[in-house]
């Protein structure tokens, strides 16, 4: 099954917009990662927050980790068309060499 | 520097036949992961090796195998092909499987009819 799930499945969003998209998941982890894949083909690694960690910045990308709530929050700001994508959480499960992926948000940026 | 690659692209079986699926990764990199990704969900864990040795493997059937090669290649082999099979595999590769960050290949596309 599933380690995560994200949340919402689906998102639409008009370009320069902000997107938010949530990660919860069921067991201790190390880290937590989020990743982009594009029209189902290979995933692209976009940013990594470990368990110690609270929030997480690259570029336009944010994301926050609540250990105690077993969540993570992805937050792109100033979206754009080439966003489009599905988006992803991974986290470890504790494992550290086995990556447990969620269920995706589709997320659309429209002109 | 050429990222993963995986082999072949696009494959059509008929249930009952084996598959063997190929990847390559990154250069240095000594750790690959396998995943299925059924349409509509996320990549599911498969098997992850490691200088040749299996270091992890999901909830999958013994009709799942895989292996490593001297030059850190692998193979994932399916035998006896269900319609429930059909998915995009991956591979990821790593420096080593503690590391955090895996690197995704395409993937191969399996339709089993």
């Known amino acids: 099954s599933q380690q995560g799930e994200e949340d919402p499945q689906a998102l639409s969003i008009q370009e320069g917009e902000n997107a938010t998209m949530n990660c919860s998941y069921k067991?201790?982890?190390?880290?937590l990662q989020w990743y982009r894949q594009n029209s189902g083909r290979g995933l692209v690694h976009l940013i990594l927050i470990r368990s110690n960690e609270r929030e997480k910045h690259s570029g336009r990308l944010r994301v926050t980790l609540d250990t105690s709530k077993k969540s993570s929050s992805l937050l792109i700001t100033a979206s754009r068309a080439a966003d489009t994508a599905s988006y992803f959480c991974a986290t470890d499960a504790g494992t550290g060499n086995q990556f447990y992926f969620g269920t995706g948000t589709s997320l659309t940026v429209i002109p | 520097d050429a990222g993963v690659t995986q082999s072949p692209t696009h494959l059509i079986k008929t249930r009952g036949q084996h598959v063997t699926l190929r990847c390559s990764p990154i250069s240095g990199h000594k750790s690959v992961s396998w995943y299925q990704q059924v349409l509509g969900q996320g990549p599911q864990f498969i098997f992850q090796y490691y200088e040749k040795e299996e270091r992890g493997r999901g909830n999958f059937p013994d009709r799942f195998s895989a292996r490593q090669f001297p030059n850190y290649s692998s193979e994932l082999n399916v035998n006896a092909l269900l319609l429930g099979d059909s998915a995009l595999y991956l591979c990821?590769?790593?420096?080593?499987?503690?590391?955090?960050?895996?690197?995704f290949g395409p993937g191969t596309r399996l339709l089993v009819l």
């Open positions: 990821a590769s790593s420096l080593e499987p503690g590391q955090e960050t895996q690197y």
């Open positions: 067991t201790s982890i190390n880290n």
